[in-house]
């Protein structure tokens, strides 16, 4: 046992030691990142349940280096760490209301899903730089939403909470994202003037299949609609899937039975689809 325990340990340590290096490849690579032009911003999908209709779009960022694709969930955590993620997420705020106020020009009555990181809350003049990226692209506020934890609204980081309060009289939407991974103290809901609930997808994944995951999303659904939050289930991969969402009364989905990630050219061509 002990001979094995040691084998394990070393391969444990040999493994975070190639961790490191690759956060400290990344570290370095990702500072000219944003100077070279190499993040892109995806746009997903979102619908309304009731009847069908594209109703947003959430934006995620991508990293194209080499010739691939880096995923976000590498590069934020090293974004965040290194503070990249201020101008990152400065360049990503400014890109998508760009892209949603053009579509909105074009006829298409959307709203903009933007992702946050608590580091930006916490280092950022946020309700100056929303304030402003509205002005500058044209995008009424309304149709701009913020994606936050449940985490950032738990803690008693009083600075970050008033931001949100403040962001939250520019007339922008707030919407808490992977709903139900987090704490439970609900309380922070009302609080805040939440708007959207983004049910996370672990839940969804088993709906149609485990009793508990269904308990737990027509729960949050439930209480949702008495809060009067609209309710989006994430990661909706499944005809099944979503005639369970449709009938546990959930509003919106997302997921990539209805649509993937895209570019924003590929989004063009769907929204045309969908004047037509
Ligand atoms: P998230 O915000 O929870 O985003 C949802 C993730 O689920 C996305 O992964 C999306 O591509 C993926 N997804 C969507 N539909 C499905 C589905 O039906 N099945 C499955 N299995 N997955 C689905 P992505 O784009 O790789 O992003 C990963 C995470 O990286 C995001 O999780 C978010 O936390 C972070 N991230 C992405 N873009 C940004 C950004 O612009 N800013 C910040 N701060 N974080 C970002
Ligand atoms: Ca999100
Ligand atoms: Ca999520
Ligand atoms: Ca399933």
């Keep these: 046992a002990k001979e094995s325990e040691r084998g394990s340990y070393r391969f444990f340590t040999a ?3 190639a961790r ?5 490849e990344l570290d370095g690579k990702l ?11 995806f746009f997903q999908p979102q619908w309304s349940l009731a009847d069908g ?3 947003g779009v959430e934006a995620l960022v991508r990293w194209r280096n080499g010739g691939g694709l880096i995923s976000p969930a ?11 993620i201020i101008p990152l997420g400065a360049w990503i705020l400014e890109e998508a209301c760009r892209t949603a106020a053009r579509w909105r020009r074009q006829g298409h009555d959307l709203t903009v899903a933007v992702n946050v990181s608590p580091v930006q809350l916490r280092r950022d003049d946020m309700v100056a730089r929303v304030r402003d990226v509205l002005a500058r692209s044209g995008l009424p506020a309304h149709a701009l939403e913020l994606e936050i934890t449940e985490s950032l609204m738990m803690g008693d980081d009083l600075p970050v909470l008033d931001m949100l309060a403040a962001l939250k009289e520019l007339g922008i939407k707030l919407a808490i994202d992977d709903f139900g ?11 805040f003037n939440v708007d959207r609930l983004k ?4 839940f969804v994944r088993d709906i149609d299949r485990k009793p508990d995951a269904a308990v737990i999303v027509s729960a949050v659904i439930g209480m949702g609609r008495r809060l009067g939050l609209n309710t989006l289930a994430e990661g909706v991969e499944t005809e099944a899937e979503r005639t369970a969402l449709l009938h546990a009364g959930c509003d919106d989905v997302q997921g990539y039975l209805l649509g993937r990630p895209m570019p924003g050219k590929d989004l063009d061509a769907l929204l045309t689809r969908q004047l037509a």
């Excluded at 490191?20 to 400290?24: K, P």
Aim: cysteine-free; aromatic content about 8%; charged content about 30%.
């Design 53 to 55: 209709r594209l109703t």
């Design 181 to 191: 991974t987090g704490y439970s103290n609900l309380a922070y809901l009302k609080r």
């Design 74 to 84: 590498r590069f934020i955590p090293v974004a965040e760490d290194n503070g990249l």
């Design 15 to 17: 493994e975070l030691n």
């Design 199 to 202: 049910i996370d997808q672990s």
């Design 20 to 24: 490191a290096v690759e956060r400290l």
């Design 31 to 41: 500072r000219d990142a944003l100077r070279l032009g190499e993040f892109e911003l």
